[in-house]
DNA sequence: GTATAAAGTTAAGCCCGCTTAACTAAAAAG
DNA sequence: CTTTTTAGTTAAGCGGGCTTAACTTTATAC
């Protein structure tokens, strides 16, 4: 590797300080929902993924089917997401957010953002613009990433 | 395309993926190295802010003193911090990582980064020197959000 | 010098997440 | 049509995190 040591470098530091922010972040919130972090983090799953089966919760979080069924139970029991039957399989379920879960996640995303409006203050316009067209071309590449589209390295 | 995207819109979508990912990453690590979240959380924040006292460490997370007391006792006990008397109080703790602590992190950073390599393999040069330049002013913005310095725009 | 406040610790008890094990029901395979 | 595989649920039990409450020890205030 080595390639490009001031990639590596300004990436890490990034990391580090926004990790320990957003984990930190989102540890509190959840908890200031009454939700546990377990619990939450399957509602930004929904967010992030869209409808799901049971399998796909344990496979993703790495617990057997039984936790998740428990978990999810438990969501569905606070109306923070809904558990129908798959048309296509009566075995399976169809997990989604209800208006309920959609709105909290919106909330968590929402103060989450407070502390990059925050950051958005620092920064001259130039400066702004620069970050804008960096993050776009993160954004996408990321996507490619976990979409698995190959550009040819 | 997309240059007129405000600065918000731009940074949510990044956050949005980059947050989702890295939460999980971090939950997935540190189950896979025995820690639980709050215990892993810890660490991070000594590695982050470097050495401070039990009553730091109960504010930070919102949690009593006696719950701080606990987890960090776990953590003393399997070599993950040490806990010695402040000099200046002898009624105060100063908590700090042991290097078996300082290694398990750089490693859990190390594996969180992995996938940025894979983002960085998706960038041509031109949009690699983009992407460092913006991290960096983003790290110093922050930095100065931490320390509350004022850059008086 | 006594009273009060502050920093941590310890113990009891609760809730939660997770696992294993035993189960139901539906789809796929033979 | 029977067998096997797949999707999910339920229950028992363990361990962890967190809280309250009672305590020890040291610093600070009067």
Known sequence: MTKS?????????????FMHRSMRGWHLFAKSTGLSLPQFSILMQLHHKGACGMSAISE????????AS???DKLVQ???IKRDEDPHDRRAKLLNLTDKGRTL?????????RWVEELEEKLTAEERAQ??????IMTRAAQEVETGTQADK
Chains 1, 2 share one sequence.
């Not at 040591?5 to 300080?17: G, K």
């Not at 996640?105 to 953002?113: A, S």
């Open 5 to 17: 040591l001031p990639f590596s470098q300004a990436i890490r530091e990034w990391m580090d300080v």
């Open 60 to 67: 993703r979080f790495e617990i057997t089917p039984a936790a």
């Open 70 to 72: 428990q978990l999810v």
């Open 78 to 80: 606070s109306g923070f």
């Open 105 to 113: 996640i919106q909330q968590g995303i929402e103060e989450r953002y």
């Open 131 to 136: 970050v804008i067209e960096a993050l776009n």
